[in-house]
């Protein structure tokens, strides 16, 4: 059993910044590459950014990062983080955090946390 808990979220107003975290645990071997996605209301979920055990990192060209969002991870804690800086109202969503995961029986599964709502209003 593996659970991503994230947490970071809430309101901020625009200019703002915000640090979300996602600590995965459980029955955990390894873990592979792990994300960031967000969902607007009515929307399908789209990628943020991901990032490598390795540390190698990848943003969505559709997401307007423009250097505003940092994905980063501590491999030792199990946990990912999305620094976000100069918040506008359009980064108003639900982020959820995604880890490609190895168990100790050997299989590897694709996990979700829970969610976690930002909102950028003034």
């Known amino acids: 059993q593996v659970q991503l808990v994230e947490s970071g979220g809430g309101l901020v107003q625009p200019g703002g910044s915000l640090r979300l975290s996602c600590a995965a645990s459980g029955s955990i071997f390894s873990i592979n590459t792990m994300g960031w996605y967000r969902q607007y209301p009515g929307k399908e979920r789209e990628l943020v950014a991901t990032i490598t055990s390795g540390g190698y990192t990848n943003y969505a060209d559709s997401v307007n990062v423009k250097g505003r969002l940092t994905i980063s991870r501590d491999n030792a804690k199990n946990t990912v983080y999305l620094q976000m800086n100069s918040l506008t109202p359009e980064d108003t969503a639900v982020y959820y955090c995604?880890?490609?995961?190895?168990?100790?029986?050997?299989?590897?599964?694709?996990?979700w946390g829970q969610g976690t709502q930002v909102t950028v209003s003034s």
């Open positions: 995604n880890a490609f995961i190895r168990s100790h029986s050997g299989s590897y599964s694709a996990y």
